[in-house]
């Protein structure tokens, strides 16, 4: 087995990631740009897109990173609107699209440019939160963005196995589809509810650090394959699993959360930047496979159903956003009343990925009676531009279009004075704690030493408050940026000194490696105190 295309996969689209962070162009965006670019050098070996390695491999962890930084509570909050895009639009999509698509090209069967619809429907959750961070989206509109993304793929893949049944001529029909949407969305949710608390119970009991971390790795592809084990749907076994996980961190070992965290940012960075390369690198393979339809026929319909794709999504958004307020009183009562510029981002976010091509690339080759599948070729080629041009053209416009509708931006000083709000009611609680516990003769202590705890109290208490305050004229900096500054360079003395005892051979590589970690847990506090 030849790896080198794998390692050259995972270091090129890291090296480009890591130049996107240095320009204006989200990282999503350039690595497709470059994997287009580099799918025309001779050499490059073919990276096709195999859904038997996306849909259980890629997905998993990706959904997972994405549903465990998300907020349950938020998502709550905006149930009804990601019902809407996640199911309703979903839906929508697919039959607007599908017909679409079989009024345009002569020849395509209805079953077959429903197969379509489903496979462009679903906005993709890599492409939207790496977008969202990017923008910094005002926080509803994050939410739902996230939480459509998170649970679309559940039902666009039901109603592509619905339409390719049709289209094989294995038989389907209404109460079939909704029979297998009941099974794989309830027995998804189902299998994460069963999972949920005993995975939560084992992540609070194993008290080794790399276990708990082994096990955090394991999590998404257990969930996934347990559900698909029912015929029910992967996808919602695992956010369910990951939100239930997230909203309950806090309970988990501290020493866990550090290196989940670091571990988790590692994962989500290789397998985003990657997806998003292998998105570019596959225009050869399509485009070898177009046959009768190579020219200005294919480009008419890529640029036609590119049209229907973006259209279809603001013929959904606004009415789904504005109707339900006309319908009922209860949603005007208990919701503010949304203004017209939201629904035109979350409308332009709709960004389609990799989840749209697995799938595509997942379509039979051939028909039950053994013939081909009708225009298989064109429709993996009408998934590539659609992917390609939401990415490119919405991705590239949403930046400037946020600013010219001119949200308004984060209250930093409200949010300040919260957290320090925040952060003195959990102080007071842990001087009095402090107190209690130090009035026992059992946690005597030597008064240096209960002093520092003190000290580490008021200083955490005192470090949100301090970020209220002016900038140094000499240089600019904030107390908090002094504060770090200073530490740093207290902490690289020590390390300077550590090295040298090494060298010296007054201590040896154990000893400077024990040394080494408790300053960088010291840095990594001084950092977090002030971030």
């Given at each position: ?11 090129g ?14 990282a ?34 990706l ?18 609107p ?41 906005p ?32 666009a ?31 998804g ?26 096990l955090?790795?394991l ?15 992967g ?5 369910v ?37 292998l ?9 070898r ?5 190579e ?11 590119f ?11 606004y ?5 339900p ?20 981002v ?33 429709v ?16 590239l ?8 509708l ?17 952060q003195?009611?959990?102080s007071?609680?842990?001087e ?21 705890l ?8 005192n ?14 900096e ?47 506090a001084a ?5």
């Amino acid at each position: 087995m030849d790896v080198m295309p794998l390692l050259l996969l995972v270091a090129g689209s890291a090296a480009v990631a890591a130049v996107a962070r240095r320009t204006p162009v989200p990282a999503p965006l350039l690595l497709v740009a470059v994997g287009l670019a580099v799918s025309y050098l001779p050499g490059v070996p073919d990276y096709t897109l195999d859904p038997d390695v996306v849909l259980p491999l890629l997905l998993p962890p990706l959904l997972y990173t994405s549903a465990t930084d998300s907020s349950y509570l938020d998502l709550r909050a905006q149930t009804r609107p990601v019902a809407l895009l996640s199911v309703g639009y979903v839906l929508f999509a697919t039959v607007v699209v599908g017909l679409a698509a079989y009024a345009l090209v002569p020849g395509l069967p209805l079953t077959a440019a429903l197969v379509l619809g489903a496979v462009v429907a679903p906005p993709d959750a890599v492409a939207a939160t790496a977008v969202a961070r990017r923008v910094g989206l005002p926080s509803r509109i994050t939410t739902i963005l996230q939480g459509e993304s998170l649970l679309n793929d559940a039902t666009a893949i039901t109603a592509y196995k619905v339409a390719v049944a049709a289209a094989i001529g294995a038989g389907a029909s209404w109460a079939g589809g909704i029979k297998e949407f009941l099974i794989a969305s309830v027995g998804g949710v189902a299998v994460g509810l069963v999972l949920m608390a005993p995975i939560h119970w084992l992540r609070t009991h194993l008290k080794e650090p790399l276990l708990q971390n082994t096990l955090s790795l394991l999590i998404p592809f257990v969930a996934y394959s347990a559900a698909e084990q029912f015929h029910a749907s992967g996808v919602l076994a695992v956010v369910v699993v990951a939100l239930y996980l997230g909203h309950r961190a806090w309970e988990v070992d501290f020493a866990t959360r550090l290196q989940e965290e670091a571990v988790w940012k590692m994962v989500a960075f290789v397998l985003e930047s990657a997806v998003f390369a292998l998105i570019g690198l596959q225009l050869q393979f399509v485009l070898r496979g177009l046959g009768e339809y190579e020219g200005a026929d294919a480009a008419w319909y890529a640029v036609a159903l590119f049209l229907v794709v973006v259209a279809a999504r603001f013929l959904w958004v606004y009415p789904a956003t504005f109707l339900p307020r006309l319908l009922s009183a209860r949603i005007r009562e208990r919701e503010d009343n949304p203004t017209w510029r939201g629904p035109v981002v979350i409308a332009w976010a709709g960004m389609r990925g990799v989840v749209s091509l697995a799938i595509a690339f997942s379509i039979p080759l051939t028909l039950h009676d053994g013939k081909p599948f009708p225009h298989r070729n064109l429709v993996l080629f009408l998934t590539f531009t659609t992917v390609i041009g939401t990415l490119v053209v919405q991705g590239l416009t949403l930046p400037p279009l946020i600013r010219l509708l001119k949200f308004p931006g984060r209250d930093t000083q409200a949010e300040t004075l919260a957290e320090a709000n925040a952060q003195a009611q959990a102080s007071r609680a842990a001087e009095q704690r402090l107190d209690d516990l130090l009035s026992d003769e059992r946690n005597t202590l030597p008064p240096p030493l209960a002093d520092r705890l003190r000290t580490v109290l008021e200083r955490r208490r005192n470090a949100v408050w301090e970020r209220l305050g002016q900038v140094n004229p000499v240089t600019g900096e904030t107390v908090d940026d002094t504060y770090r500054r200073l530490s740093r360079e207290m902490i690289s003395a020590e390390r300077e000194v550590f090295v040298k005892l090494r060298d010296g051979r007054y201590i040896d590589d154990e000893m400077l490696r024990t040394l080494l970690r408790r300053l960088d847990l010291e840095e990594a506090a001084a950092y977090r105190e002030t971030a």
